[in-house]
């Protein structure tokens, strides 16, 4: 089975600054991964996904995340923050022969200070 | 096309009666997903229906918890003899299974709250 880990549940940054949330995952298979955003009010959304093509993935709004072997890590990142990154952020890990069978972490509540 | 839909999207409720939420995927989704959102904390998987399989009913916290899928569409989530601790955003996703990459489409969630 798989799953993910969030570490730290809330983390605050000003805005400019650089948004770092934590990831990693457990999986006896090589993984597929996964970054959802829920905004306030709303509901989740795909902010970018790994599935064994580049290690580095682009999504949207300026985030990435870096797929780590050897670190079972997969990071979200985003050079500069702003006001409106304001959010909830799920990582969530699946197998590729059981890829209907999603885990999700804890979450990482974002905030943004002016 | 339309999205995952769900409804009600708000729910009160007294301690102790049933409840039932319901979900309309997308269609030609075949897996069919049920999580609990409570406040402050993440989303917990409580079930997931894939085609005509059995479905995974691992993440159901008790008995009170049931969920149907019919005709592989929609599906129903019900809770009897409801709870204060019941109380929590109840959200429904839908995937793809055919050359799907796990990625999973949600619905707005119902909130519901156990008076």
């Known amino acids: 089975a798989q799953s993910v880990t969030q570490l730290g549940s809330h983390v605050s940054v000003s805005e400019g600054a650089l948004v770092l949330l934590r990831c990693n995952y457990s999986?006896?298979?090589?993984?597929?991964l996964f970054w959802y955003v829920q905004y306030p009010n709303q509901g989740l959304q795909l902010l970018l996904k790994?599935?064994?093509?580049?290690?580095l993935v682009k999504g949207i709004n300026g985030f990435e995340a870096e797929f780590k072997k050897s670190e079972t890590s997969f990071h979200l990142t985003k050079p500069s923050a702003h006001m409106s990154d304001a959010a909830e952020y799920f990582c969530?890990?699946?197998?590729?022969?059981?890829?209907?069978?999603?885990?999700f972490g804890a979450g990482t509540r974002l905030t943004v200070k002016p | 096309g339309a999205g995952v839909s769900q409804s009600p999207s708000n729910k009160v409720t007294e301690k102790g009666k049933d409840v039932e939420l319901r979900c309309d995927p997308i269609?030609?989704?075949?897996?069919l997903y049920w999580y609990r959102q409570s406040l402050g904390q993440g989303l917990e998987f409580l079930i997931y229906?894939?085609?005509?399989?059995?479905?995974?009913k691992s993440g159901l916290p008790s008995d009170r918890f049931s969920a149907e899928r019919t005709g592989g569409s929609v599906s129903t989530l019900t809770i009897q003899r409801t709870q204060q601790e019941d109380s929590a955003v109840y959200l429904c996703?839908?995937?793809?299974?055919?050359?799907?990459?796990?990625?999973?489409?949600f619905g707005p969630g119902t909130r519901l709250t156990v008076l």
């Open positions: 229906f894939q085609g005509n399989s059995a479905p995974d």
């Open positions: 996703a839908s995937s793809q299974l055919a050359g799907g990459l796990g990625e999973q489409f």
């Open positions: 269609s030609g989704h075949t897996a």
């Open positions: 969530a890990v699946t197998a590729p022969y059981n890829n209907n069978d999603m885990r």
């Open positions: 790994y599935t064994s093509a580049a290690t």
């Open positions: 999986s006896s298979v090589p993984p597929y």
